[in-house]
């Protein structure tokens, strides 16, 4: 009684370790399958990278084949059928996906269709296969066999079904018949029922599959059948566009009859750009005909007129040219024919320039700043373009009558532009073919000043003797700019001095005085040419601002030294209460202090200034002017110079000159006298 019991037990142990077995089998499939899931859906989906799935599936295709009769076998026997369901599913599923592409990309189905359609339709399948193999001729360059042909339209004629699809066929009877290109076998399948709508479901246009055979003949049979003439493509294309791109005429003249819109645009161009690259003279022609657009730019921005300039086609460069090649400006676009002149300018395509301006394309045709071509030149002032000077490139701009004196939106000249670029010869080119040097700007200004501002001295000398003001100014109603201003500004002594010479001066009633010391109080030399020539040193500007006030506060000792040389007064007060002691001592000029002393008997015993300087130069930090101002006498303790220390900005990041001036004041309440400064 006990034994059975005991073989039950032992029977459902091994019912249970088989299922296990089984179903730790097919987990092991499926991690393997799930593996390959993941590469697919992560993985490249195209290109050669994408081969690399093959490794994967290669895995989960090896373990599953060398798994699945063990783990079958085991869930079989383990008894436990219901609970195995989902076993014997998953390895149906895999298998069955795996013969159904097996059977997908062997074309096993298509195989089996084809003998099917062999019994069956053997006439529609020997019409297919005649079709394909004349095709196959024609399109390795051999003519149709005869036999075959003739053949295949007996059949058409005894009435066998063009319009049958044929199992693994990519094409239609009819796309086969244009791409022979024999308009009597297009005609004679039209005739009997072939639909000119359909030519396959992987194929494109019948038009465009004639077009290509070169036989116009065919396109024509096709379009009195109701081809569309407009039809697009995949990609986009019309048959307009694939007939220019072979050069071939009579199909496109047969196109063109039929209604075929030219204006029609691919991202590659239209029609009439394929046939102005092509160099098709007799193709552009019938297409500006009946009116093509031959002012089209390419998608890099080119005119057809400057491709056919610069492929040099000088019939279809007329043609365009006589048919309006240069597109309308819309508002704040810059016309393309300048673009053209500045592309054939800049990448060194100078006989395309020429050309283009032989051609009438006017070179004063303008960017969206207004600037023509010249301006454009002038204003970068290549010292070369591609090896070519910018000189050459001007003057062929002007012999073919640019103007010198087109004004731009900002109203800048040519002129202006090579005055701020510093090209001599073409300023010398401009002046002579007539550029105005006086013409100025809506504010005022003018290439001369323009010249001196940027101190070119060459254009300046050139301007002053071809009349232009050295007197005039801007316009504004502050800070006003004129040729005396530039030169100081640019630092050129001698261009300050050719300024003078030519009569330029300094207005005394206006703020010239202030302006023109302050910007060239660091160069010594400026400031004895504007001491010397014609301004009071001792008389303040229409701001109160005298000479030595202004070059002390914003030069060097030197320019203050040749002010006091020349007689300048260090007892002034300018605009602010700006007196030259305090802004002396607040600048640290030391060497220029015994100097305004020496000149000046009331800056002596003028006790009030000399606090003044002292506090300043305390402010300041002025380590040096404090030591000269106490070993002077000015009066000062230690307690006032940190009370004025402590509210100093400019010290508040300087212990070190804080600490050089509490020595100074310490050394004084120990000794009572300082050691002179040098």
């Known amino acids: 009684m006990t034994s059975n019991p005991t073989k039950r037990q032992k029977a459902s142990a091994r019912r249970l370790i088989l299922w296990k077995l089984a179903n730790a089998l097919t987990l092991i499939c499926l991690l393997a399958t ?37 783990a079958v076998f085991c869930a079989a026997f383990s008894g436990f059928h219901i609970r195995n369901l989902w076993i014997y599913g998953y390895f149906a599923l895999f298998f069955f996906t795996h013969g159904a592409f097996f059977v997908s990309v062997n074309k096993i189905d298509v195989q089996l269709a084809r003998h099917y359609h062999n019994l069956v339709h053997p006439e529609e399948m020997a019409l297919s296969r005649d079709l394909r193999a004349m095709s196959i001729r024609v399109h390795s360059g051999q003519l149709p066999d005869a036999n075959r042909m003739n053949r295949t339209k007996e059949r058409i004629r005894s009435g066998v079904d063009a319009n049958r699809k044929i199992p693994g066929e990519p094409h239609a009877a009819l796309f086969y018949a ?20 359909d030519p396959g479901p992987h ?46 005429d009579r199909s496109v003249e047969v196109l063109l009859a039929a209604g075929a819109d030219p204006s029609v645009t691919h991202y590659s161009g239209s029609a009439l750009s394929r046939a102005v690259h092509a160099g098709e003279t007799g193709i552009v022609r019938l297409l500006l005909s009946v009116g093509a657009n031959p002012a089209e730019i390419s998608p890099t921005g080119k005119t057809l007129l400057y491709t056919a300039v610069e492929k040099n086609l000088p019939e279809i460069a007329a043609l365009l040219r006589s048919a309006g090649s240069v597109p309308e400006k819309s508002s704040g676009e810059a016309a393309s024919s300048s673009d053209d002149l500045y592309r054939a300018l800049t990448r060194g395509k100078f006989q395309t320039l020429q050309r283009l301006l032989a051609l009438g394309v006017p070179p004063d045709e303008r960017d969206a700043k207004g600037r023509t071509l010249l301006a454009r030149v002038c204003a970068n002032g290549y010292p070369s373009l591609h090896h070519m000077p910018a000189f050459h490139v001007a003057r062929i701009l002007v012999d073919s009558g640019a103007d010198v004196n087109a004004v731009d939106h900002h109203g800048l000249t040519p002129l202006m532009n090579t ?18 040097v006086d013409a100025a700007t809506e504010d005022g200004q003018t290439a001369l000043m323009i010249a001196a501002g940027k101190g070119h001295r060459d254009i300046t000398a050139l301007l002053l003797e071809a ?18 201003y530039g030169a100081v500004k640019s630092g050129d002594p001698d261009l300050l001095k050719m300024l003078f010479d030519a009569g330029a001066v300094i207005d005394e009633g206006g703020r010239d005085k202030g302006d023109l010391f302050q910007n060239g109080a660091g160069e010594p030399r400026i400031v004895r040419l504007l001491a010397i020539y014609g301004t009071a040193l001792n008389m303040p500007d229409s701001m109160n601002r005298y000479a030595l006030t202004q070059v002390l506060d914003y030069g060097r000792s030197e320019s203050a030294r040749v002010l006091l040389s020349l007689g300048a007064r260090p007892d002034i007060r300018a605009h602010g209460g700006k007196h030259p002691l305090v802004l002396a001592s607040a600048r640290g000029h030391v060497d220029i202090l015994p100097l305004l002393f020496d000149a000046s008997e009331s800056l002596r015993t003028d006790g009030n200034i000399q606090k003044r300087a002292l506090r300043s130069a305390i402010e300041r930090g002025q380590a040096g002017s404090v030591q000269y101002l106490l070993d002077r ?28 001036i509490r020595i100074l004041f310490r050394e004084k309440e120990k000794s009572g006298v300082l050691l002179m400064v040098p």
């Not at 116009?216 to 990609?235: C, I, Y």
């Not at 009349?467 to 005396?484: E, Q």
Request: aromatic share 2%; net charge neutral.
């Open 34 to 70: 799930g593996l390959l899931i993941l590469c697919y859906i992560l993985g490249p989906k195209s290109g050669m990278e994408a081969l690399a799935l093959i490794i994967p599936w290669m895995i989960a295709f090896v373990v599953n084949l060398l798994l699945v009769v063990p």
């Open 633 to 660: 006498g000015v009066p000062g303790s230690l307690a006032e110079a940190e009370s004025i220390m402590k509210h100093s900005r400019d010290l508040r990041k300087s212990p070190e000159k804080k600490e050089a």
């Open 467 to 484: 009349g232009a003001d050295p007197n005039a100014r801007t316009r504004r109603k502050m800070n006003n700019i004129y040729p005396l």
């Open 203 to 248: 194929t494109a246009s019948l038009l465009k599959e004639a077009i290509r055979s070169g036989r116009p003949e065919v396109v024509a049979v096709l379009l009195e059948s109701g081809a569309d003439p407009n039809f697009k493509d995949h990609d986009g294309q019309t048959p307009l566009m694939i007939a220019t791109s072979g050069a071939d």
């Open 419 to 436: 005055a701020g670029s510093g090209a001599l010869d073409i300023a010398a080119l401009l002046v002579t073919n007539g550029a105005r």
């Open 178 to 197: 244009c791409r022979i290109g024999d308009p009597e076998l297009v005609r004679l399948l039209i005739e009997h029922g072939v639909r000119i709508d």
